[in-house]
């Protein structure tokens, strides 16, 4: 199976460009279409809609969004002092994955040298992020093997059936996966059993992308609406739960797509492990707990309707933060390209505070 590149660059050869090639994501999985972004406009826009999007992802669009700025200003004869306030835009299109911002400021330390040294910044960033999810999985599915054989005793003939929320694979990243790339490394090993997606509301990440990957790698698996998580963790059909992060604080806090916290409690009470698995560029040193992460709040709109029909009556607003945090004392292990790191008890319960509209 080809492997999926949801962010690239494009030296304008062909119809439009030099820009960034994004796989629309919102068309996804009815169409496979692909759309260049040639100005700042286009690629905020295109992060704020989640044409691009999961953390790793948006770090590659942040990188390549540094080049959109400098070809643009290029075109249009844009002071430095322009080009920095635009690249600030592009920085501030989504608040809470860290690797946006992170991505940015890689590139932005090639900006003096021109369009063709930041482009190769962002061909760098890839480079490692592909690197990164690939030895992360290897971590991730040693740890759950060696976890489940110590559970289940030596000699047990392992199919590990996993749960996921929202869509951390090829698509969310530069390629491979995190969350995502563990259930591939578990599949190449032979020894994944079913997997369960969560469909991922309000924009249905799961059922739309999460679905669409592994329907194309073979894997077995069945979507399921967020609330059925509870009871298929607490009912014994998964032995493990594996989720990505759009910014893990100092303190192991991890942020996630909305409805991941309801899945780390369910673990905890079944007693299964909660997986945590991101490049360490997801890692956030200067976050100091989860208290500290800003939470995108997005509009209502796209709570209370689904495709231009409202599902609530029109004088409802929706409420609509796009993630959560999951306190460090319930994840049983967050998974880097670095190791495993086993958080465990004893750390202060943090949530952040919701702004509300
Ligand atoms: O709003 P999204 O789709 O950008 O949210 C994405 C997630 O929550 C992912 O789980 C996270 O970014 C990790 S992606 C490897």
């Given at each position: 199976?080809e492997?999926?590149?949801?962010?690239?660059?494009?030296?304008?050869d062909?119809?439009?460009?030099p820009?960034?090639v994004?796989?629309?994501?919102?068309?996804?999985?009815?169409?496979?279409?692909?759309?260049?972004?040639?100005?700042?406009?286009?690629?905020?826009?295109?992060?704020?809609?989640?044409?691009?999007?999961?953390?790793?992802?948006?770090g590659?669009?942040?990188?390549?969004g540094?080049?959109?700025?400098?070809?643009?200003?290029?075109?249009?004869?844009?002071?430095?002092?322009?080009?920095?306030?635009q690249v600030?835009?592009?920085?501030?299109?989504?608040?809470?994955?860290?690797n946006?911002?992170w991505?940015?400021d890689?590139a932005?330390t090639?900006l003096?040298?021109?369009?063709?040294?930041?482009?190769?910044?962002?061909?760098?960033?890839?480079?490692?992020?592909?690197?990164a999810?690939?030895?992360?999985?290897?971590h991730?599915?040693?740890?759950?093997?060696?976890?489940?054989t110590?559970?289940?005793?030596a000699g047990?003939?392992?199919?590990?059936?996993?749960l996921?929320?929202c869509?951390a694979?090829?698509l969310?990243?530069t390629?491979?996966?995190?969350?995502?790339?563990?259930?591939r490394?578990?599949h190449e090993?032979?020894?994944l059993g079913?997997?369960?997606?969560d469909?991922?509301?309000?924009?249905?990440?799961?059922a739309?992308?999460?679905?669409w990957?592994?329907?194309?790698?073979?894997?077995?698996?069945v979507?399921?609406?967020?609330a059925?998580?509870?009871?298929?963790?607490l009912g014994g059909h998964?032995?493990?739960?594996?989720v990505?992060a759009?910014r893990?604080?100092?303190?192991g806090d991890?942020a996630?797509?909305?409805?991941?916290?309801g899945v780390?409690l369910a673990?905890?009470?079944?007693?299964i492990?909660?997986?945590?698995?991101?490049p360490?560029?997801?890692?956030d040193p200067r976050?100091a707990?989860?208290?500290?992460?800003h939470?995108?709040?997005?509009?209502?709109?796209?709570v209370?309707?689904?495709?231009?029909?409202?599902?609530?009556?029109a004088?409802t607003?929706?409420f609509?933060?796009a993630?959560?945090?999951?306190p460090a004392r319930?994840i049983s292990?967050?998974?880097?390209?670095?190791?495993?790191?086993?958080?465990?008890d004893?750390?202060e319960t943090i949530?952040?505070?919701l702004?509300?509209p």
């Amino acid at each position: 199976v080809e492997e999926i590149r949801a962010v690239d660059w494009t030296h304008g050869d062909d119809d439009a460009g030099p820009g960034m090639v994004l796989i629309d994501q919102t068309l996804l999985p009815g169409e496979e279409r692909r759309v260049v972004c040639v100005t700042v406009d286009e690629v905020v826009d295109a992060i704020s809609r989640l044409v691009v999007r999961g953390a790793p992802a948006l770090g590659a669009a942040g990188a390549f969004g540094v080049a959109v700025a400098v070809a643009q200003g290029q075109r249009s004869g844009w002071s430095s002092e322009t080009v920095r306030a635009q690249v600030q835009r592009v920085r501030e299109a989504r608040p809470t994955a860290v690797n946006l911002a992170w991505g940015v400021d890689r590139a932005v330390t090639r900006l003096e040298q021109g369009l063709d040294a930041v482009v190769a910044e962002g061909r760098a960033l890839m480079a490692d992020d592909l690197a990164a999810n690939r030895t992360l999985s290897r971590h991730g599915a040693d740890w759950i093997l060696r976890r489940i054989t110590e559970t289940a005793g030596a000699g047990a003939e392992p199919r590990v059936r996993v749960l996921t929320h929202c869509n951390a694979g090829a698509l969310a990243t530069t390629g491979w996966g995190t969350a995502l790339g563990v259930v591939r490394e578990l599949h190449e090993r032979g020894v994944l059993g079913r997997v369960y997606a969560d469909e991922t509301r309000p924009l249905l990440q799961g059922a739309r992308l999460t679905a669409w990957e592994l329907a194309r790698l073979g894997v077995d698996h069945v979507v399921q609406v967020d609330a059925a998580a509870a009871s298929t963790i607490l009912g014994g059909h998964v032995d493990v739960a594996v989720v990505g992060a759009d910014r893990i604080a100092a303190n192991g806090d991890a942020a996630n797509k909305i409805g991941t916290l309801g899945v780390a409690l369910a673990c905890a009470d079944a007693g299964i492990p909660f997986i945590v698995a991101a490049p360490l560029s997801t890692v956030d040193p200067r976050t100091a707990s989860g208290r500290d992460i800003h939470i995108e709040l997005r509009d209502g709109a796209e709570v209370v309707r689904w495709a231009g029909t409202a599902t609530a009556p029109a004088a409802t607003e929706g409420f609509n933060p796009a993630f959560d945090v999951t306190p460090a004392r319930l994840i049983s292990a967050i998974v880097t390209e670095a190791g495993v790191v086993e958080p465990g008890d004893g750390t202060e319960t943090i949530y952040p505070p919701l702004e509300h509209p």
